[in-house]
């Protein structure tokens, strides 16, 4: 989640209420096990990690922080016209990259946001914690929710990957948004598992 976004103050109240998590029902996807993506998804990410290889870049990126757009879908036009209109930064979406969940775009899908553009995204109250960062944000609500499809932990687990071996990324660098920002969000939410995400970067 954006951390200026205007619908913070009222994902935070929710969040201060432990009884409402403790009460929700948990939904009939969680727990799944680890999925691919579906085929046409897989063979699109395939290319897009060759490009990201391949592509020289000249800045130096230091840190991966992981988002959860807070939403039910998402899509890169849609998170890039809303950014646009929310936060005056004609280059749309603060966030580098969107794995995507079914519902806007593929479940799993790796897709090119800031990243086109070579240029620092505003995704952190507390940017100076971890400078020259990387945003990926995973399409979904893992607060209330339940957590990312099997299809996303997959394909993140395949983008971080290759970006930390882009730019000598160490896997302590890898952390989430509340692992930066600490008590000022819950974003990507109680139900990601950063844990999960770094047994696959090992
Ligand atoms: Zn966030």
């Not at 913070?8 to 009884?19: D, E, I």
């Not at 609500?141 to 882009?166: H, I």
Request: contains cysteine; hydrophobic residues 35%; proline residues 7%.
């Amino acid at each position: 989640m954006h951390p200026l976004d205007p619908t913070r103050r009222r994902f935070l109240g929710l969040c201060a209420c432990g009884a409402v998590h403790l009460c929700a029902p948990r939904p009939a996807h969680a727990g799944r096990p680890l999925a691919e993506p579906e085929p046409e998804t897989r063979a699109s990410n395939k290319q897009t990690i060759l490009d990201l290889r391949s592509q020289s870049v000249q800045r130096g990126w230091k840190w991966i922080v992981i988002h959860h757009t807070a939403s039910g879908g998402a899509s890169v036009a849609g998170l890039d016209a809303y950014h646009r209109r929310r936060f005056d930064d004609e280059l749309g979406a603060e966030y580098h990259f969107v794995v995507n969940n079914g519902v806007k775009g593929p479940d799993g899908a790796i897709q090119l946001a800031r990243w086109r553009h070579q240029v620092p995204a505003m995704h952190l109250f507390h940017p100076e914690r971890a400078p020259e960062s990387l945003a990926i944000v995973l399409v979904g609500n893992f607060e209330t929710k339940g957590p990312p499809s099997g299809a996303q932990m997959q394909a993140l687990g395949q983008l971080t990957r290759t970006l930390m071996a882009k730019f000598e990324i160490p896997s302590d660098r890898v952390t989430t948004h509340r692992g930066v920002d600490g008590r000022l969000t819950q974003c990507p939410g109680q139900h990601f598992s950063l844990e999960a995400l770094k047994k696959q970067l090992l």
